[in-house]
């Protein structure tokens, strides 16, 4: 078997979420929580406008669910603790050998890095949970890691970040060759570009560790869309400009250097809890559209939709204010993972 994770521009079967539950990322406040549930809404019934959506969801919140979600959008009630699905669900992987096979990646979840206050036992089972409700074969691996710490291209490249899979608390005993040939036998990977860090606030308490996925993706092959804080004031002004530096020098699976396309962060410097990481990188693409993170600046957010649909010919961005759930610690990237289309 030779699994490859294809790009996320390619055809959907459809998207997978959780629904959020009490815990540490929902915060306490009650009126912050009704602001989570409604934005995490909005970006499931934005998805559905597009593609077929499928929710796991607490038998707890079954009720507000089926209240605040698309009547479109299908409810699989089961355990949920942790939600953010992208890093806690299966990564979804094709076998060109075999037309019509699936996989589902089943990575080791340990919250992030097993930090003191995130939960993830029942998290930790969805993987397998949703290979079987998609009828895909489990591709089990021994490596911590999550989707949110990977990007690929299709075709061999796999964008990573030193500060996660190379992270002791998740892999103690890892060096990048043994990433390397994981990520080969997983997702097909046969160039892994190592990332040197993340974003400045993705390392306070409830961030990732550096996941590249609200820092650069690849739109097409040989090309990058990359976060670029243009503001000197904020932390991330030298680290967007370092990472240009690098990703200029490095080439993809097929030996090109890669073609850089700045994506500019909104105005907003500072939230409650100090420096943001708003970031537009941290988008959906789905079957004919783009799911664009809003930060309530019109002017930014129209900039993020004409470069995104300048990236994705043929698409059409929707944006939805992700403002409360950067709070939680993630994007609309993060809450969300696709499905191939397979012909069985």
């Not at 993705?202 to 609200?214: A, L, M």
């Amino acid at each position: 078997m030779a699994w490859r994770m294809p790009h996320e521009g390619d055809p959907h079967e459809r998207t997978w979420m959780a629904f959020p539950n009490e815990g540490p990322t929902l915060g306490d406040d009650p009126a912050e929580q009704e602001r989570f549930y409604a934005a995490w809404s909005a970006v499931a019934n934005g998805v559905a406008g597009f593609e077929p959506v499928t929710m796991l969801v607490d038998p707890s919140k079954a009720d507000r669910a089926r209240r605040m979600l698309d009547s479109a959008i299908d409810i699989v009630e089961t355990p949920v603790d942790e939600f953010w699905f992208r890093d806690h669900g299966p990564t979804f992987v094709v076998d060109d050998d075999r037309p019509g096979a699936l996989g589902a990646v089943d990575w080791v979840f340990n919250g992030w890095g097993a930090p003191a206050w995130a939960t993830w036992e029942q998290a930790a089972q969805h993987a397998r949970f949703t290979a079987d409700l998609a009828d895909a074969e489990v591709v089990s691996s021994l490596l911590v890691n999550e989707g949110g710490g990977i990007h690929v291209d299709g075709e061999g490249t796999v964008l990573v970040t030193e500060t996660v899979q190379l992270d002791p608390r998740r892999n103690r005993f890892a060096d990048r060759a043994r990433v390397e040939a994981e990520l080969h036998r997983t997702i097909g990977a046969t160039k892994v570009v190592w990332l040197p860090r993340g974003l400045t606030r993705d390392y306070d308490e409830f961030g990732t560790n550096g996941h590249v996925d609200i820092v650069a993706t690849i739109p097409t092959p040989g090309r990058i869309l990359l976060h670029a804080q243009q503001n000197p004031e904020h932390p991330d002004f030298e680290v967007s400009r370092d990472l240009r530096a690098f990703l200029s020098a490095e080439t993809d699976a097929a030996g090109r250097t890669f073609e850089i396309i700045d994506l500019p962060a909104p105005e907003t410097l500072r939230d409650t809890e100090g420096f943001v990481d708003y970031s537009y990188v941290n988008h959906l693409v789905v079957n004919g559209g783009i799911i664009a993170c809003g930060f309530g600046e019109d002017r930014a957010d129209a900039r993020a939709r004409d470069i995104l649909e300048a990236a994705y010919p043929g698409r059409r961005a929707v944006t939805v204010d992700a403002r409360q759930i950067f709070a939680g610690g993630g994007g609309i990237h993060c809450i969300t993972q696709q499905q191939p289309a397979v012909i069985r």
